[in-house]
């Protein structure tokens, strides 16, 4: 089974520019999660999408983040205007089913880093 | 937010040791735990899960356990390895939160040759 797929893996911009990452969960997985880790810490949820719906974005910041999942499978996220403090790495993870407990599974991230 | 914590950030074993790695955790109404291993570089790795309902869970070289009294985890690690070496992370899910994780900061494991 082909995991979680992510890129680009680096990312390197100035701040105020703008920047996307793309993710392909593992095939059959309806949920779909970005995670945003910075240095040292865990991950933090920035959004849910339950098929191309969006299940919880409580702490997106919807000012400068947005994501979508047009079609229910793959996904994007974006930042525009990029400040500094969001350099961290960017986590994709996908699930098989909402409402119960299933494991949530990982890609390797997008780094990004602010100049 | 939910606030889930680890006593010790980082743990350093002689290889062939066993390893403990402890996490507290603050919702009482979690259901889920997982703990996960992250290397350089790496997205997290799933290593092993346990449901409230139950006190301890084996799998291989790992076994958890859940004291939901004191609201405390721990991942123990048989017979450590260089490979092992790792951030290690909790995570909790609380009931009705539609599988949704909170992560503690992480406890970095150091397997000494």
């Known amino acids: 089974e082909a995991g979680v797929a992510q890129s680009p893996r680096y990312k390197i911009i100035e701040k105020r520019q703008s920047v996307a990452f793309w993710c392909n969960p593992i095939s059959g997985h309806a949920t779909l999660y970005w995670y945003q880790q910075i240095l040292g810490q865990g991950p933090k949820l920035l959004i849910q999408f339950q098929n191309n719906g969006v299940v919880d974005d409580s702490q997106l910041p919807k000012d400068r983040f947005s994501a979508e999942r047009l079609k229910g499978v793959d996904s994007t996220l974006k930042i525009q205007p990029a400040k500094l403090e969001d350099s961290a790495v960017y986590l994709c993870?996908?699930?098989?089913?909402?409402?119960?407990?299933?494991?949530?599974?990982f890609g390797d991230g997008t780094r990004l880093s602010i100049l | 937010g939910e606030s889930v914590g680890l006593h010790l950030p980082t743990l350093s074993v002689q290889e062939g040791d066993n390893s403990i790695i402890n996490c507290a955790y603050s919702?009482?109404?979690?259901?889920?735990f997982i703990w996960y291993k992250q290397e350089s570089g790496k997205g997290p790795q799933f290593i092993i899960d346990i449901r409230s309902n139950m006190d301890k869970r084996q799998g291989q070289r790992v076994t958890v356990l859940l004291n939901k009294t004191v609201k405390h985890l721990s991942l123990q690690i048989a017979a450590t390895q260089p490979g092992d070496s790792a951030v290690y992370f909790c995570a909790e899910k609380p009931a009705n939160t539609g599988n949704q994780f909170y992560f503690g900061t992480g406890t970095s494991l150091t397997v000494i040759p």
């Open positions: 993870a996908s699930s098989s089913l909402q409402g119960s407990n299933q494991p949530q599974h």
């Open positions: 919702n009482s109404a979690s259901d889920y």
